[in-house]
C-alpha cells in the first residue's frame, strides 16, 4: 500500500514533512506568507479584508509586551510565533480542534517545536510564559470578537474572560492587504531576532 503524502511544497522551495517537520526546514518567509493568507474566524469578520493570523500574531506579541514589558526579548518572540503553525495547517476555530480530537494537537505541538527550535528559542517554552501568551491571545480574541466577528461584550466576556479596560482600549485591530501584514510580520520578526 502506498504511503500518502504527508509534506507540503512551500514557497521557498523547502519540503516541510508536516509528521516529522525539522527545523532546516521552516523559513520565516514561509510562515509570513501563509500566516497573512490565512484568515481567522473562519473569514467570518467585517471589513475589506480577512483577518489573518499574521495580524493576530502581531497584536498578541504586542499586548504581551505590554502585559510584561521586562519579558526577555525571547519570550515575545515566542509570543510573535505563537500561531506559527497556522501556516501550514491552517486556523481552525476551538470547535472544529475539538471535534478533530488529540492528533490536531500533537500535529500543531510537533510543529511548533521545530519552529522554535529553527529561531531559537526551547522546543516547549516554560508554562508560566505559555500563560502569559495564552493571556495575551485571549485579550486579542475578546479584541477580535467584539469589533470585527459580530460578539457582544457579554458574550466575548463568557468565551475569553473581560480583559482590563484600558488595555483593550489601547488596542487596534487592523485589517490590511496581505502583503503588507506579511512585511510587517516578517519585519517584526526580523527587529526581535537581531534583539536577541
Known amino acids: 500500500m502506498k504511503k500518502a503524502r504527508a509534506w507540503q511544497r512551500m514557497l521557498s522551495g523547502r519540503r516541510l ?3 516529522d517537520p525539522t527545523p532546516v526546514d521552516i523559513e520565516i518567509e514561509d510562515i509570513a506568507h501563509g500566516l497573512a493568507f490565512v ?9 475589506d479584508f480577512a483577518y489573518s493570523v499574521a495580524e493576530h500574531s502581531l497584536l498578541v506579541e504586542e499586548i504581551f ?5 521586562t519579558a526577555p526579548v525571547k519570550w515575545r518572540l515566542a509570543a510573535l510565533l505563537h500561531d506559527a503553525p497556522e501556516y501550514v495547517i491552517g486556523d481552525m476555530i476551538s470547535p472544529v480542534k475539538s471535534a478533530v480530537g488529540p492528533d490536531y494537537g500533537a500535529l500543531d505541538d510537533r510543529l511548533q517545536a521545530a519552529i522554535h527550535l529553527r529561531f531559537g528559542l526551547p522546543a516547549e517554552v516554560p508554562k508560566t510564559v505559555k500563560a502569559r501568551i495564552k493571556k495575551a491571545d485571549r485579550i486579542s480574541a475578546w479584541l477580535e470578537a467584539t469589533q470585527i466577528a459580530g460578539f457582544t461584550a457579554a458574550e466575548a466576556d463568557r468565551f475569553f ?3 482590563d479596560p484600558a488595555l483593550a482600549q489601547s488596542c487596534e485591530i487592523r485589517l490590511r492587504p496581505p502583503v503588507e501584514v506579511r512585511a510587517a510580520y516578517t519585519a517584526r520578526h526580523g527587529a526581535l531576532m537581531a534583539a536577541m
Open 161 to 163: 474572560g473581560k480583559p
Open 39 to 47: 484568515a481567522r474566524w473562519n473569514g467570518q469578520t467585517r471589513g
Open 65 to 69: 509586551g505590554r502585559l510584561d514589558p
Open 17 to 19: 514533512d508536516l509528521l
